[in-house]
């Protein structure tokens, strides 16, 4: 995800405020379970990181849900800040 409840200024997300670079694009529920389904199955474990905070991203509780739904290990860097 690219939301963030920071703004700290070494973070390359600042570049989206002057304009510099389109901002990533919040994960689509269609390509979660496309992603699901064709490589779930296969995998141990799946982090969930981006340019950003995960937790706060839209779709972070329908797809943390379905890893461990999965049986699979989650993994998340979060910077631990509500």
């Known amino acids: 995800s690219a939301r963030c409840n920071l ?3 070494y973070c390359e997300r600042e570049s989206w405020k002057r304009g510099d670079k389109e901002p990533e694009q919040d994960l689509l529920p269609e390509v979660w379970e496309a992603v699901k389904a064709r490589f779930l199955p296969f995998v141990r ?3 969930l990181s981006g340019l950003g905070e995960p ?7 329908l797809v943390a849900k379905g890893i ?3 049986g699979k290990t989650l993994y998340f860097p979060t910077n631990g800040h509500y």
């Open 55 to 61: 937790t706060i991203a839209p779709l972070f509780p």
């Open 45 to 47: 474990g799946v982090e």
């Open 7 to 9: 703004s700290c200024q």
């Open 68 to 70: 461990l739904a999965a």
